[in-house]
């Protein structure tokens, strides 16, 4: 027979131990070259830029109709 345990495990002592198991959001900085929101530390996806240098050839999005 495996372990059992001896006592019921309280609502706010599970949640407690669950309390890091969550979701967070991504930490976005804005870029210096466009302002457009951009992950911390990553090349920005809108103009291509990474620590003032052109990394990325970024073509211009064709306009829905």
Request: aromatic fraction near 2%.
């Amino acid at each position: 027979m495996g372990a059992v345990p001896k006592k019921k495990i309280s609502k706010s002592r599970r949640g407690m131990r669950r309390m890091h198991d969550k979701l967070k959001l991504p930490q976005l900085s804005q870029c210096p070259q466009c302002h457009a929101p951009k992950k911390t530390h990553h090349v920005c996806p809108t103009c291509g830029t990474y620590n003032g240098h052109q990394i990325l050839k970024v073509k211009p999005k064709a306009q829905a109709q």
